[in-house]
């Protein structure tokens, strides 16, 4: 099992949703992320997966790899921009939307970004679990 997640930047929840994936998917699935543009790895991203215990920090951000793409299972978008600019995929690999607000536009306080990362993360756990239940 083959399972893409894209979004803008390959920088927040793309990552954080590979990380979820990797954590609990079977160990032979090929679980990877991109983006349409490569935004870097957020360090926010990284601190708030590591409160939890899933250490994300060895990813990298890269620009979607369309062989992978047309060879993966599922495409999973994460915000509309990806959604709608991802390249078109063939029938045999079903794609997903998750439209999560993303953590790193939200402007406030440390506290309140901060808190806005840790409720996209929580948003995406439960989608990911939700996609194991249906898979396996």
């Known amino acids: 099992m083959k399972i893409y997640f894209l979004c803008t930047g390959n920088s927040c929840r793309s990552q954080?949703?590979?990380?979820f994936a990797k954590d609990i998917m079977p160990d032979d699935w090929i679980i990877k992320s991109a983006g349409i543009e490569q935004h870097g790895l957020n360090p926010l991203a990284?601190?708030?997966m590591d409160e939890i215990g899933i250490d994300i920090s060895n990813h990298t951000s890269d620009l979607i790899d369309e062989?992978?793409?047309?060879?993966c299972d599922y495409a999973i978008t994460l915000c509309g921009d990806?959604?709608?600019k991802c390249p078109v995929t063939?029938?045999?690999?079903?794609r997903l939307h998750w439209?999560?607000?993303d953590p790193a536009g939200i402007i406030g306080t440390k506290e309140v970004v901060k808190?806005?990362?840790?409720?996209t993360r929580d948003q995406i756990k439960f989608l990911v679990y939700?996609?194991?239940?249906?898979?396996?």
Not at 16 to 19: D, F, L, R, V, W
């Open 16 to 19: 954080i949703a590979e990380g």
């Open 46 to 48: 990284v601190d708030t």
């Open 67 to 71: 062989n992978f793409l047309f060879s």
């Open 82 to 84: 990806a959604n709608d």
């Open 90 to 94: 063939p029938a045999s690999i079903t």
């Open 99 to 101: 439209p999560l607000v």
């Open 115 to 119: 808190n806005q990362f840790r409720k």
């Open 130 to 136: 939700e996609l194991k239940s249906d898979i396996v």
